[in-house]
Structures are given as C-alpha cells and as structure tokens.
T-cell receptor, first 113, second 111 residues
Framework: EAQVTQNPRYLITVTGKKLTVTCSQN?????MSWYRQDPGLGLRQIYY???????DKGDVPEGYKVSRKEKRNFPLILESPSPNQTSLYFC????????????FGPGTRLTVT | ELKVEQNPLFLSMQEGKNYTIYCNYS?????LYWYRQDPGKSLESLFV?????AVKQEGRLMASLDTKARLSTLHITAAVHDLSATYFC???????????FGKGTKLSVKP
C-alpha cells in the first residue's frame, strides 16, 4: 500500500532534549516536505527536499534540521526543542514538486514542556 | 512575499445548497492545490491546478483557477453532510518547492 509513515505519532518531551521525528514513503517520490499545523495559523512549511541530498528552507525553519540521505526517508530533527515547537507535524511527499498531488503522513503531535 | 488568503474561514451550510470558497494569492504562481482535512485526521489532496482557466471537478466539488486575478475558487454543489471538513488551498511558485497554505475554511453542512 502506497503510504507516508511518521514516527512517533505522539511525543511529550522536555525543553532542550534532542528528538527526531522520522518520515518514510514507499512511492519512490522525489519531493518531500515537513509542515507544522497550529490553531489559527493553518499549515506552515518547515523544510522541503526536491531530491536526495537537496533540502531547502520553508517559511518556518528556525529550530529545525532535516536530512535526505535516501530517497524514502526525510527525518525532522529538533536539536533543542522549546515549548513554541509544540504543534502537530505532518510529513508529505509527491512524485515531483511541480505537478503532482502530495500524500500526507498521519501526523505527529508533539508537546514540549 | 507570497501571501494566501482564504475566505470565508468558517462556513455553515444547509444540505442541498451551493456555495463557493475563495482563495486569493498575492504574487504570480503556476501551481495551486486544494486539500481536505477531516477533524483529527491528516490532509487529503483534492485538486491540482496548473494553468490559467484550469477547471477540475470531482463529485460535488469543482475547483477553478484564474491566474490573472490570482484567484482560485472551490465550488460546492448541493452540499451533503459528508462534505463537512476543513478545506485548504496552497500555492506554489516556480520550480522551487516552497508551498504557502491558506488558513483553511471550516465547512459545516447541516441537514
């Protein structure tokens, strides 16, 4: 089954404790992206990747890192999480950036205390 | 800087009625997307619009794009309760992967 998976689905952590949210897709998609969703603010793009080893900042990259060493995986790293990073995070992928629909993962709800 | 505005943000409709959601954006774009999100769920792609005058339809939903007016519409025909969800438009630009979302329109269809 074609899908985007994220882990963990729920995470409660403390300020400053490094964490990684994994994202994996099995569709051989070139384009992958991370978003955060906050009430009243909609979805905002954090980072995206056009292909392996090619990543770029979205609108809200501060406090986040990403890497794209393999086509299928696009982990989101929070080196020193802060409470303002408490949010619902979605990973998404599409065949290419230009024309195709995005497939979204199920989301990761992160709480930083 | 690309800005995307959706309106209305909240929409309560009666079953059987028609309505339109609007998505305005501030700078030239060649890609516009519509998504649906059910409460507590992830997002699902509805439409991808790539050129001026593009129109796509699926079921009771029809999306159109006017790049000159920088406007996309999502038209709902004869609404049914199953269409209750939040609808987002998102706009991309050029070959870059940056995507800007509107704040979403929460649609509630009542019997």
């Amino acid at each position: 089954e074609a899908q985007v998976t994220q882990n963990p689905r729920y995470l409660i952590t403390v300020t400053g404790k490094k964490l990684t949210v994994t994202c994996s897709q099995n569709m051989n998609h070139e384009y992958m992206s991370w978003y955060r969703q906050d009430p009243g603010l909609g979805l905002r793009q954090i980072y995206y990747s056009m292909n392996v080893e090619v990543t770029d900042k979205g609108d809200v990259p501060e406090g986040y890192k990403v890497s794209r060493k393999e086509k299928r995986n696009f982990p989101l790293i929070l080196e020193s999480p802060s409470p303002n990073q408490t949010s619902l995070y979605f990973c998404a992928s599409s065949l290419t950036v230009l024309s195709y629909e995005q497939y979204f993962g199920p989301g990761t709800r992160l709480t930083v205390t | 800087e690309l800005k995307v505005e959706q309106n209305p943000l909240f929409l309560s409709m009666q079953e059987g009625k028609n309505y339109t959601i609007y998505c305005n954006y501030s700078t030239t774009s060649d890609r516009l997307y519509w998504y649906r999100q059910d409460p507590g769920k992830s997002l699902e792609s509805l439409f991808v619009l790539l050129s001026n005058g593009a129109v796509k339809q699926e079921g009771r939903l029809m999306a159109s794009l006017d790049t000159k007016a920088r406007l996309s519409t999502l038209h709902i025909t004869a609404a049914v309760h199953d269409l209750s969800a939040t609808y987002f438009c998102a706009v991309g630009s050029g070959s870059q992967g940056n995507l800007i979302f509107g704040k979403g329109t929460k649609l509630s269809v009542k019997p």
